[in-house]
């Protein structure tokens, strides 16, 4: 009796890791076709919808070094898909991204927002907006830096267009040397790990730095 309870458990085991793997796989469609989507929006539609508009910084000489990049492209729904881009001309690149779909009035909304307190100009074409991004993500992965989590989704607004028939060149950095200023949301870890970067690419004082907060030197060693 005993081993015949015990190879029934076995069978309902092997049933059940069955179960769930076939529950990961289902999962794993899942998360893959929301990837391919923005709020019921496939990606073909957004790479192929006509370009709304193009806002980029006005004077990148001036500021911090924190810009946006906002592309925009009409849907036939009537509504905006927006991609939006915040850069760090000075160290990271490209730091944070989004992408959504919004109404005409949240959209101009969300335009006054991020154009309210810096020059942005809207006169700009496709191909420098891609071109602006593309290099900042090639000078930040030079210095070891990604972009964010998301990028690979939002870029999907740009990636169609040809960023040759821009013949702009950018210049990064500040002064010569990348410039890493902490944020509000960079904890002193997350800092440390930064410098410590920048310092193993460019040396000691090869770049410049300013930090928000305190940051313990000992994150900094080698251990």
């Given at each position: 009796m005993?081993?015949?309870k015990?190879?029934?458990n076995?069978?309902?085991?092997?049933i059940?890791?069955k179960?769930?793997?076939?529950?990961?796989?289902?999962r794993?469609?899942?998360?893959?076709?929301?990837?391919?989507?923005?709020?019921?929006?496939?990606?073909?539609e957004?790479?192929?919808?006509?370009i709304?508009?193009?806002?980029?910084?006005?004077?990148?000489?001036g500021?911090?070094?924190?810009w946006?990049v906002?592309?925009?492209?009409a849907l036939?729904?009537?509504?905006?898909?927006?991609?939006?881009?915040?850069?760090?001309?000075y160290?990271l690149?490209?730091?944070?991204t989004f992408?959504?779909?919004?109404?005409?009035s949240?959209?101009?909304e969300?335009?006054e927002?991020?154009?309210?307190h810096?020059?942005?100009?809207?006169d700009?074409?496709?191909?420098?907006?891609?071109k602006?991004i593309?290099?900042?993500?090639?000078?930040?992965?030079?210095?070891g830096?990604?972009?964010g989590?998301?990028f690979?989704k939002t870029y999907?607004?740009?990636e169609s267009i040809?960023?040759s028939?821009?013949?702009e060149n950018?210049t990064?950095g500040k002064?010569g040397k990348?410039f890493f200023m902490?944020g509000?949301n960079?904890?002193?870890?997350?800092?440390a790990?930064?410098?410590?970067?920048l310092?193993?690419?460019?040396?000691a004082?090869?770049f410049?730095?300013?930090?928000?907060g305190?940051?313990?030197?000992d994150?900094l060693d080698?251990?």
């Amino acid at each position: 009796m005993v081993k015949k309870k015990n190879k029934a458990n076995v069978q309902r085991n092997k049933i059940r890791k069955k179960q769930r793997a076939v529950a990961r796989k289902n999962r794993r469609k899942s998360n893959m076709g929301l990837q391919q989507k923005f709020l019921s929006v496939g990606r073909k539609e957004v790479r192929e919808a006509p370009i709304h508009d193009i806002i980029v910084p006005g004077d990148l000489e001036g500021g911090n070094g924190m810009w946006y990049v906002v592309v925009s492209r009409a849907l036939s729904t009537g509504e905006i898909a927006v991609g939006c881009f915040l850069m760090d001309t000075y160290c990271l690149g490209v730091k944070n991204t989004f992408i959504k779909v919004l109404s005409i009035s949240a959209y101009n909304e969300m335009c006054e927002q991020i154009t309210r307190h810096a020059d942005y100009v809207y006169d700009k074409s496709p191909a420098y907006a891609r071109k602006f991004i593309d290099d900042a993500v090639a000078y930040a992965r030079n210095l070891g830096f990604a972009p964010g989590d998301d990028f690979s989704k939002t870029y999907t607004i740009v990636e169609s267009i040809d960023s040759s028939e821009c013949t702009e060149n950018f210049t990064f950095g500040k002064d010569g040397k990348p410039f890493f200023m902490s944020g509000p949301n960079d904890t002193p870890l997350k800092s440390a790990i930064i410098m410590k970067t920048l310092e193993e690419r460019c040396g000691a004082d090869g770049f410049y730095y300013m930090l928000g907060g305190p940051i313990d030197a000992d994150w900094l060693d080698d251990e």
